[in-house]
C-alpha cells in the first residue's frame, strides 16, 4: 500500500483531534506530506474518525492528482494544497473547529499569547483571516495570505488551521492555540488579561525549539 504509515499516521491524529473535541462528528480535516515522494496523504470527506482503515485515506500529489484511494477527498482540498506549495517547510496540516478559538474568530479578534506554552509552542499571537466561504481557492488563499510564515490562522466564523514540519507539531500547535483561547475567553469573564511581555517571545520559543524534549546526543 502507498504511504501506508503516513494513512496510519493520518488516522491516528484524526482520531486523537476528535477525542480532543477539536471536532465535532466528521468535521475537520488533517494532512500530511511524505518529504521523500513529496506525496499528500489526506482525510477522506465526512467518514466517521474511529472507522477509518488505512485504505480510505486519499493520497494525491500536489496538484491534486488522487494517485491511490477510492474514496472522495476532504473538500478543503485547494486549503491543504496551497499551503504545501508556498510553504516548503511544513509537511503536516490539521484544520479543526474548535470551539474557544472559533469563538474569538466570530468577534474578530485573534489568539493572543496569554501563557508560556502559548509563546513557546506557537511563537506568537495567531491572526484572524477575513471571512471566505469553505472548499474554495479563496479560501486557501486567504489563510496562507494571513497566516504568512506562522503556523496558525483562525478562520473568520469557521475554525483553526495549524501547520508544523510534521503532522505531531501541527497537532500540537492546533491543541495549544485552542488552550490559549479557551485562558482569554475566561480570564476575560474576569478581568483584563495580562499577555505574556512581547520582549520575550523570541527567547521563549527559542528555548522551546532548542532545548525542549529529548534529543539523541551526537
Given at each position: ?12 491524529y ?20 511524505d ?30 492528482k ?30 479543526t ?24 509552542v ?97
Open positions: 500500500m502507498l504511504l501506508k504509515s503516513k494513512r496510519e499516521e493520518v488516522i491516528e484524526a482520531r486523537r483531534m476528535s477525542a480532543s473535541k477539536l471536532v465535532s462528528g466528521t468535521w475537520g480535516n488533517l494532512s500530511v506530506r518529504p521523500e515522494t513529496g506525496l499528500i496523504a489526506i482525510t477522506p470527506s465526512g467518514m466517521d474518525y474511529d472507522s477509518l482503515e488505512p485504505q480510505d485515506i486519499v493520497v494525491m500529489d500536489e496538484t491534486g488522487i494517485v491511490d484511494g477510492k474514496r472522495r477527498p476532504t473538500i478543503e482540498v485547494p486549503l491543504h494544497l496551497g499551503l504545501f506549495r508556498n510553504r516548503k517547510d511544513i509537511n503536516g496540516i490539521v484544520h473547529h474548535s470551539i474557544f478559538a472559533t469563538t474569538l474568530g466570530v468577534l474578530n479578534l485573534g489568539v493572543p499569547v496569554v501563557s508560556a506554552e502559548m509563546a513557546a506557537v511563537g506568537g499571537p495567531v491572526p484572524v483571516a477575513p471571512f471566505a466561504v469553505f472548499g474554495t481557492e479563496e479560501f486557501g488563499r486567504i489563510a496562507l495570505e494571513t497566516m504568512g510564515d506562522g503556523c496558525a490562522v483562525v478562520l473568520k466564523n469557521h475554525g483553526v488551521v495549524a501547520v508544523g514540519p510534521a503532522l505531531p507539531d501541527a497537532f500540537a500547535v492546533a491543541s495549544v492555540v485552542e488552550d490559549a483561547a479557551m485562558v482569554y475567553v475566561f480570564a476575560s469573564m474576569i478581568g483584563k488579561p495580562d499577555l505574556v511581555p512581547e520582549e520575550y517571545l523570541g527567547s521563549m520559543r527559542s528555548t522551546y525549539l532548542n532545548r525542549y524534549g529529548q534529543r539523541v546526543a551526537s
